[in-house]
């Protein structure tokens, strides 16, 4: 497939649709896909990181070595970019990051989806919650420590 010229991806702005919840699907990487997430420090400081500015509320995620999905909702009826929050957080753990040597965190930009419907958003969960068995670090996927849900989204 050719190239259209982007170097990073484009980011839509929401479209609210009568009657049905915005939801984003986010992937998030470390700057040269560096294996410094999986561990209860980063985990931690991501879930702190989403809990200071609530602009958008998490609901699932899953922190892998070098990346982060998560599911993303505004938190206010009015819709507003979702750039500004994520900037806000990468920011946020980089500069409390407890390994200065793995300094920068994150890369410079991130995949953001809206959902569609709430088949969506199950199916790509469980997706995504197989990346851990799928990369071998777990049989099962509940045996992943790094995931969660923050708040629950309903369809």
Same mark, same amino acid.
């Given at each position: *497939?050719?190239?259209?010229?982007?170097?990073?991806?484009?980011?839509?702005?929401?479209?609210?649709?009568?009657?049905?919840?915005?939801?984003?699907?986010?992937?998030?990487?470390?700057?040269?896909?560096?294996?410094?997430?999986?561990?209860? @420090?980063? &985990?931690?400081?991501?879930?702190?990181?989403?809990? @200071?500015?609530?602009?958008?509320?998490?609901?699932?995620?899953?922190? *892998?070595?070098? &990346?982060? &999905?998560?599911?993303?909702?505004?938190?206010?009826?009015?819709? *507003?970019p979702?750039?500004?929050? @994520?900037?806000?957080?990468?920011s946020?753990?980089?500069?409390?990051?407890?390994?200065?040597?793995?300094?920068? @965190?994150?890369q410079?930009?991130?995949?953001?989806?809206?959902?569609?419907?709430?088949?969506?958003?199950a199916?790509?969960?469980?997706?995504?919650?197989?990346?851990?068995?799928?990369?071998?670090?777990?049989e099962?996927?509940?045996?992943?420590?790094?995931?969660?849900?923050?708040?629950?989204?309903?369809?």
């Amino acid at each position: *497939m050719e190239s259209d010229g982007r170097r990073h991806p484009v980011h839509l702005p929401s479209i609210e649709r009568f009657n049905t919840p915005v939801v984003i699907f986010l992937t998030v990487c470390t700057r040269r896909r560096k294996p410094i997430l999986a561990n209860e @420090v980063a &985990h931690q400081l991501l879930r702190e990181s989403w809990q @200071v500015n609530s602009s958008w509320i998490v609901g699932r995620y899953i922190v *892998m070595p070098d &990346h982060v &999905h998560l599911f993303c909702a505004p938190s206010e009826p009015f819709v *507003m970019p979702i750039t500004p929050w @994520v900037k806000f957080w990468k920011s946020y753990t980089a500069r409390t990051w407890p390994t200065a040597e793995d300094a920068p @965190v994150w890369q410079r930009d991130f995949w953001d989806r809206q959902l569609r419907h709430g088949e969506s958003y199950a199916e790509k969960w469980d997706y995504v919650v197989h990346n851990a068995v799928r990369a071998n670090l777990v049989e099962r996927p509940e045996q992943w420590p790094y995931q969660g849900e923050l708040n629950v989204f309903r369809w």
